[in-house]
Structure formats: structure tokens, C-alpha cells
């Protein structure tokens, strides 16, 4: 088949969203799929997978369209990109439009209506604006990642979609001896209990509480180190918080990893941490995490308990306290570490590995 993944994001930042369209697109490609990535034009650097073609175009932010609301801002913005992108979806002739978000599916609809394409909304999350439910019922397929965003789309509309679960690259995500260059860039000691969280940074992804556990930890004489990584509004606040708690010998924001280089660190991970305060629609970087055999600590929210289940530790949102218990049990237990390191693996390579994902899709769009 020849697919489109249509998502303005996945070529002007990096995230759970964008790493999905990534890793989808190349599982596709892998299956003999031709496989197009739509995005908007930016400076940002991404990593362009072989076989893979690239479709970028101009857009207006939505800071630009007047304040009537966020989704009516994030939906114009989307609107701008698909004015320019349309004639591409038309002319490129495709069996299939894949669609993330849901501001998208009037553009696809047109695109759809003068090709021969079909149209696939995968929802990952609750992005919902009048005339939602009349939009989703027009397209042709409709997935979710999780039964947690399929029960929420379908409280609020009344239509619930098939669960289509993300998936892992579970052979670049595995695990890895400790990496002796990288250990020595990051200047670890053999003493040292490493700590990595991986998430865009962003009020919602709740970081400012693992900091705050950490830092008791340390205070309570625990040798910690750790690494935070990703980009995003919230890092000016983060680093101010680890200054005001004098923890800048313990705490280092790394900024964005290409994606295809996180195994690596998480070679030299005892534990992954994961505060998120929102409702996650799937957790991706959990379950990444998860493959590479690192225990991990997260908070019980939306579905990120059907990610992790029982190979790993959850607690409240939004609770430090909480947190800091759960990493002291993991550090302080090498048996509950290495439970939770082969169990999570095994989880992730049982539940949501891309080959076992893409044959789902396939067998869920051939039998309509």
C-alpha cells in the first residue's frame, strides 16, 4: 500500500506524537509499504529514516490567529498547512491518509474526496471541539492507542475506537552493557545510582516532582545521578528549581537526544522515572524504557498503567513524596531491580512490539 502520515509536529519537534509517525513509518517501510511523512517547514533537526520521503510545508503559528481559544488556534494553524499540502495528498494518488490529530480530518476528507485514498484517524488523545463526532464518523477507520483514550472519545461522543496499541522498536530499544564513552562524557563514577527520565518539558509531564524527589533522596546521603532529557517551555523553570536546591552537581538537563541514540543511555540507567501529571493517552517513553530491561517508577495516570502493568512501580500524580518511596525501594532492592528490568521487556516485547503493532493495523484496515 502507499501511505501518508499526516502530522504537522513530526518534522518541527520531537515528542511521544512524533516519535510514533517516526517509528511508524519506518515499520511500514520495513513491511514493503511506500510510506510519505507530511510536516511543517522549521529549523528543526530530525532524523530522516532511509526509504522514508519527506513532505514539508509552510504554516502560520498559531500564536499569529487571534485568541479565540487554544483549539481554535491549534486547528488554523493546521488549516494553513493543509492549504498548502493538499494538492500533494490529491496528486500523490494514496491508499491511505493516516491522520494523529483531529484537527486535521476536514483537510483529509477534501484530499480523500478527490483521490482514491482512504482515511485513518488515530486518535491519541482528547483534543475534542465541536463538530467532533460528526468529523470522526466520516473517516474510514478509526483507531485510539489505548482502551484508557477509547473509553474517554467514547464518554464524549459515543462512538468508541479500535485499539491500535504504539509500538516499540525492539531491537533498537533493548538492553545494552553500560556504555564506557558516554559514561565518561557524563563523568559517572562507578558509585554512581543513575536516574533518566525522557519527556518533552512541559508543565504536564509533572518533572518539577521528580526533582523534587531526588533531591531528598540526596539529602538523605543516596550517591544519585540524574539526567533529564528532552526540550520545552518548562526548562528555564526546571533549571531554576535545581539551582534553588543546590542540586547541580546531581541533576543535568541534556537537552534533545536523537532517538536512535537513547538506548545508550539508558545502558548506564539503574531506574526510569516518569511524573507525568496528565492524563497519558499512551506513554511511549515509558514503555521505551521498559524495553531496554530499566526498572521503572511512574504515576498511575490515564494509560500508562496499561503500559507498564505490574513491571514496574506506580504512584500518585503530583506526589514527590510518593515518588522518592518508589525509587528508594527500587535502588535499595537489586532482586525488585532486576525483576522489573526482565519483566518490563518481556512486557514490551509480548504487548507492543512494531511488528506485532503493524500486523494488527494491517489486518484491521485489509477487513473492512
Known sequence: MKIALYN???????????????????????????????????????????????????????????????????????LSLGFHALSDLIKQNYDYLYLIKPYDIPIALLASARSKARVIFGSSGTEFFPGYRQAVKKVDYFFTCSEFNASQIEDYCGIRPVVVPNGVDTELFKPLSPDEELKRTLKLCEQDMTIMTVGRLVGLKGIKYAIMAVGKLIKK????????????????????????MQLE????????????????????????????????????????????????????????????GDAGLLVPPRDDDALAHAIERIISD??????????????????????????NFEKRIAGR
Request: charged share 25%; aromatic share 12%.
Open 8 to 78: 504537522l509536529t513530526t518534522t518541527t519537534k520531537s515528542g511521544g506524537i512524533e516519535t510514533f509517525n517516526w517509528e511508524l513509518a519506518k515499520a511500514l517501510a520495513k513491511r514493503g509499504h511506500a510510506v510519505h511523512i507530511y510536516g511543517g517547514e522549521s529549523s528543526f533537526v530530525y532524523e530522516n529514516p532511509p526509504g522514508i520521503q519527506v513532505f514539508t510545508y509552510p504554516f502560520i503559528r498559531r500564536e499569529r490567529f487571534p485568541n479565540f481559544g487554544t483549539r481554535f488556534r491549534r486547528f488554523m494553524e493546521r
Open 334 to 359: 537489586d532482586t525488585l531491580r532486576k525483576q522489573f528490568s526482565v519483566s518490563g521487556r518481556k512486557r514490551i516485547e509480548e504487548n507492543f512490539s512494531w511488528d506485532s503493532v503493524v500486523e
Open 249 to 308: 552537581k546531581h541533576i543535568f538537563l541534556l537537552g534533545n537526544i536523537p532517538n536512535s541514540a537513547l538506548p545508550r543511555y539508558y545502558s548506564l540507567a539503574k531506574i526510569a522515572v516518569f511524573s507525568s501529571i496528565a492524563e497519558e493517552a499512551f506513554g511511549i517513553s515509558i514503555a521505551e524504557a521498559m524495553a531496554c530491561g530499566v526498572p521503572s517508577v511512574s504515576t498511575a495516570v490515564g494509560a500508562v498503567p496499561e503500559v507498564m
Open 221 to 244: 546521603g543516596y550517591g544519585l545521578k540524574y539526567f533529564i532529557i528532552g526540550e520545552g517551555e518548562e526548562r528555564d523553570n526546571l533549571e531554576e528549581l535545581v539551582e534553588t
